[in-house]
């Protein structure tokens, strides 16, 4: 197995650092400019969810280089996402998502957040009279026909803490492959990440840089004396550091930024080499005082996470 890829417990072998295609303004042309530059600089890992509205510059952007021989479909993980408010017909969903990016099958399917939402909802913040109620085994099994279906190669979750990995493994057949959560070094995910080792349920990062740019996100990570010390001493960026941070906890990471030069900085963290001790001063970075001032007040004005849920990813 490559160093640059980790192998699920579906069997399969995914990229340890993925291209993010969610961005603010949505726009076609500039997402499918930026999916081919990946491609040229090593990307294979592309990550999109139905909510976003990339789906169709993505999948257009990929069958356009598969076709012109730059790379082939086997050497390209896609990962997409069932929206809260399909969360009453999965298979559904899926087959909508494959359409519109013009694709066979996925190879990984997660399901977004723990949220069920009325069929109709379509908002990235619902309103409240949008919410039903979740029954996690049904949608689970709506899941794991996709599966089935040989619509996806894989099937896992996005945003569960450890008590929902727990419930869902309660009645599970086949069992997450990934676990998509915020997590970054002023938001460890500790518990969770053990919890999830316990399962052999993989832990990918998003917003692994701490979300700089983002009304929810801060600058703390890249603007951390002890990052940038120890990417003054790595010749390496601030970014690099806390990207290497992640992969070294067993994760891999999901990062969102088109412009080129970012990208090609953000891949070669891969490539990056911290010693223990660099590792250990990232981890003594006061992650409670984060939570409990700037992280913790932004993650709970998230409509779909309730603090007692934060709080048991994290104590």
Known sequence: M?????????????????????????????TQQAVHMALKMGYR?????????????????LTEAILDGKVERE????????????????????????????????????????????????NPIPNEDEFEDLDLETTWAGMEKCL?????????????????????????SVPPAVNQ??????WRQTKLRGVCGDHNIHVSAYSPLGGPGNSWGSTLVVNSPIIKSIALQRKATPAQVALRWGLSKGSSVIVKSFNPERMKENIGAVDLKLDDGDLMEIDRLDERKIMRGESLVNETTSPYRTLEDLWDDEI
Not at 12 to 18: A, D, K, N, R, S
Not at 81 to 86: R, Y
Not at 149 to 170: A, T
């Open 45 to 61: 890992h592309f990550d999109t969810a139905k909510i976003y509205g990339s789906e169709p510059a993505l999948g257009s952007s």
């Open 148 to 172: 089935d279906l040989g619509l996806c190669r894989c099937i896992g979750v996005s945003n569960f803490s450890s008590r929902k990995i727990e419930q869902l493994l309660d009645f599970a």
């Open 75 to 122: 050497d390209i993980f896609v990962t997409s996402k069932l929206w809260g408010s399909d969360h009453h017909d999965p298979v559904s969903g899926l087959k909508q998502t494959l359409k519109s990016m013009g694709m066979e099958h996925l190879d990984m399917y997660l399901v977004h957040w723990p949220v069920k939402l009325k069929p109709w909802a379509c």
């Open 181 to 186: 959560v915020e997590m970054h070094p002023m």
């Open 2 to 30: 490559k160093s640059n890829q980790v192998r699920l417990n579906c069997g399969i072998t995914m990229p340890v650092i993925g291209l993010g295609t969610y961005s603010f303004q949505n726009d076609r042309k500039t």
